[in-house]
Nanobody
Framework: QVRLVESGGGLVQAGGSLRLSCAASGSGFSLNTMGWYRQGPGMQRELVATITSRGSINYIDSVKGRFTISRDNAVNTVYLQMNSLKPEDTAVYYC????????WGQGTQVTVSS
């Protein structure tokens, strides 16, 4: 079993920054691919960024150059640094972990005002 706990969301003005954290725990955790999904109001959940255990990274085009995903394997934590935030980034952000099955955190709200 794996538990994922997100933190760092909040309310920020357009152009501002936030850093999200996801702490993983549980006996089933290992150094596999992790990432971040988000779901805005009335929208489908979309994959924002992924990072493998070796550090290979993928982003959706809309966040390239603004968001940075990273991980600290020593403390089983993945981060999402979000800069130059836009109102369309408003969403609940979910941490994601996958091995043979997928695991999800509870989500953290990010709200970007105009």
């Amino acid at each position: 079993q794996v538990r994922l706990v997100e933190s760092g969301g909040g309310l920020v003005q357009a152009g501002g920054s936030l850093r999200l954290s996801c702490a993983a725990s549980g006996s089933g955790f290992s150094l596999n691919t992790m990432g971040w999904y988000r779901q805005g109001p009335g929208m489908q959940r979309e994959l924002v960024a992924t990072i493998t255990s070796r550090g290979s990274i993928n982003y959706i085009d809309s966040v390239k150059g603004r968001f940075t995903i990273s991980r600290d394997n020593a403390v089983n934590t993945v981060y999402l640094q979000m800069n130059s935030l836009k109102p369309e980034d408003t969403a609940v952000y979910y941490c994601w972990y996958v091995d043979y099955v997928a695991y999800w955190g509870q989500g953290t709200q990010v709200t970007v005002s105009s």
